[in-house]
Nanobody, 121 residues
Framework: QVQLVESGGNLVQAGGSLRLSCVAS????????MDWYRQAPGKQRELVAQ???????VYADSVKGRFTISRDNAENTGYLQMSSLKPEDTAVYYC???????????????WGQGTQVTVSS
């Protein structure tokens, strides 16, 4: 069974930086897209950034120029570097993989447990 485990969330002051990590474990052959979502209290979960297996990226308008998504395919790990953080970035951040090829077939729609990011003003 494949698992995604996030880490790196913390309390940080506005203007600060954090780096989130997402490690995929299990008998994995390959991971297509790796996404980062976030959900603030009382709000819907939203896509923050996405990176494809070929390295192409997409960002939400609200984080463009401040966040950078990357991945290490050899380590089945994804990263989200967050800079110039704002209080409105406060949320639980989730790692997501729509399709993971494993020894037992394709795992669909895999989510991590989330990591809390709190930005104080």
């Amino acid at each position: 069974q494949v698992q995604l485990v996030e880490s790196g969330g913390n309390l940080v002051q506005a203007g600060g930086s954090l780096r989130l990590s997402c490690v995929a474990s299990g008998r994995i052959f390959s991971i297509n897209d790796m996404d980062w979502y976030r959900q603030a209290p009382g709000k819907q979960r939203e896509l923050v950034a996405q990176i494809n297996s070929d390295g192409s990226v997409v960002y939400a308008d609200s984080v463009k120029g401040r966040f950078t998504i990357s991945r290490d395919n050899a380590e089945n790990t994804g990263y989200l570097q967050m800079s110039s953080l704002k209080p409105e970035d406060t949320a639980v951040y989730y790692c997501h993989a729509p399709h993971i090829a494993t020894q037992r077939g394709i795992e669909h729609d895999t989510w991590g447990q989330g990591t809390q990011v709190t930005v104080s003003s």
